[in-house]
């Protein structure tokens, strides 16, 4: 019963870090290819502009979705502490 737990508490944190990565990078995503697409049809070939529109989007990205992604790792967290607690006793 116990290692069935682990293995189950594991999946969660798995599923839980895709959730919680798939806005970020979604986001990226989106915003390289705009970026791509406008340097190839002005062919400016300025490597750091890609990349500092991306930081800044995935930045406003995780301030924006921050209490959402605190919330759900604070559940995760409490989940875990609370079968630890179970565990102990």
Known sequence: MF??????LAYQALLLILILSGPPI???????LTVAIFQAATQIQ???LSFTIKLV????????????LASQITQ???V??????????
């Open 26 to 32: 979604i986001i990226s995503m989106i915003f390289g």
């Open 57 to 68: 989007a995935v930045i406003l990205t995780l301030l924006f979705m921050g209490g959402f």
């Open 80 to 89: 875990i502490f609370n079968n630890f607690y179970k565990w102990g006793t």
């Open 3 to 8: 290692s069935s737990q682990v293995y189950q």
């Open 76 to 78: 995760y967290a409490q």
């Open 46 to 48: 300025e490597q750091t």
